[in-house]
């Protein structure tokens, strides 16, 4: 093992002052010179210099917070955790604009956090299954959109894990951010999830060290870190108060987008969304081409594929092709009254273009184009 980085010590007895923020910490620093000369000074001539009351000038708090950090160094080396200061290129371009964004984060696994297209999904802890499916069809859809695509939660019950559970099923990188340190996680029902999270391209990610308690204030905090690290939040279910709201207006904050699912004016868990929405405070979104729309972010989705690309089609199949085509997906009765075709000869016709792998019949007798 390595020798302790005296710089790194001190830079994490730092962050972990009371309080302590960017915004803080750069204004403190700009007056201290640096975070070992905070350490080194006297508690009276810190005070004067910065004409603070706060007590983490005290002397016996300030040589409590750099023991805690010497074992908190010696904690994440051992674990392979990456502690990143605020300072250092890797932080995350996303968090940084946050005005109280944390001055250390503390991540396991790996994960480009400045990818292009950065989600968060949010929601009730009493998610419903019209909101668990919504997160595994919203997470797959944008999966085919974006390749570059990257999901971030807060591995909390309900919709925050079933979007992780989303990300991983569809191959796409998702970052769940923790309201306590990496030495447990929380809850413990998602070890599991935790782990194949950190080993499938994602990321765990906390600002809370190993030896800080575990506090209801906490959670709520966490949610500061979901919102400022993506491009967009996404309330999927939302009681009239909640977690998930506090997200929501915390992204608003940040100038992020946000959007909401709708849901029964009468369904307890739809109650959040629908306010937002019906408030102008989040876009309504019912599918990934809504987000996208929103974001105007372009879709790697395969074009329909041109009529010359099937030079053996006969006039009848050409004739199929341009309707489904233009109609991106249709059903076989509407289909058989656009070509003035009885649905007897349509079907012979449909059969042989699934045989060529031009169309694909879906649930409904509905068809699209391959």
């Not at 939040?233 to 939302?238: I, K, L, P, R, Y």
Request: proline share 4%.
């Amino acid at each position: 093992m390595t020798a302790a980085s005296p710089t790194t010590v001190y830079r994490m007895a730092f962050a972990s002052l009371q309080g302590m923020g960017v915004d803080l910490a750069r204004k403190l620093l700009d007056v201290v010179g640096s975070e070992e000369r905070f350490f080194s000074m006297s508690e009276k001539d810190l005070r004067a210099l910065t004409r603070g009351r706060s007590k983490i000038y005290r002397d016996d708090y300030r040589l409590d917070r750099l023991s805690r950090a010497q074992r908190e160094e010696a904690f994440v080396r051992e674990h392979g955790i990456v502690a990143t200061y605020f300072t250092d290129a890797g932080y995350p371009r996303r968090l940084l604009e946050a005005p109280d964004a944390p001055a250390m984060i503390y991540t396991l696994g790996q994960c480009n956090l400045e990818s292009a297209h950065v989600v968060s999904v949010v929601g009730t802890r009493h998610a419903t299954q019209y909101g668990i499916r919504f997160c595994d069809t919203l997470i797959g859809e944008l999966a085919q959109s974006l390749p570059d695509l990257v999901v971030v939660s807060g591995l909390a019950y309900g919709i925050d894990i079933a979007a992780h559970r989303a990300a991983l099923k569809h191959g796409v990188p998702t970052v769940a951010v923790l309201p306590r340190g990496l030495n447990r996680i929380y809850p413990a029902a998602h070890r599991e999830d935790a782990i194949a999270i950190a080993k499938h391209g994602g990321m765990l990610l906390t600002d809370y060290t190993s030896q800080d308690e575990v506090l209801k204030s906490n959670f709520l905090a966490r949610n500061r870190i979901v919102a400022a690290l993506s491009d967009c939040t996404v309330v999927v279910e939302s009681a009239g108060s909640g977690g998930a709201l506090v997200t929501a207006s915390l992204a608003m904050s940040y100038n992020r987008d946000v959007m909401a699912v709708p849901g029964r004016c009468n369904d307890e868990y739809s109650m959040g969304c629908n306010k937002l929405i019906a408030t102008n405070k989040a876009a309504l979104i019912t599918c990934a081409d809504d987000l996208l729309a929103a974001m105007r972010w372009e879709s790697a989705r395969q074009q329909p594929q041109q009529l010359d690309l099937f030079p053996d089609l006969s006039r009848d199949e050409q004739a199929v092709v341009d309707v489904i085509r233009d109609r991106g997906e249709i059903h076989l009765n509407a289909l058989a009254d656009a070509l003035q075709l009885p649905v007897y000869k349509l079907m012979s016709v449909l059969v042989e273009l699934d045989c060529k792998n031009v169309i694909a019949t879906l649930p409904g007798c509905r068809y699209t184009i391959v």
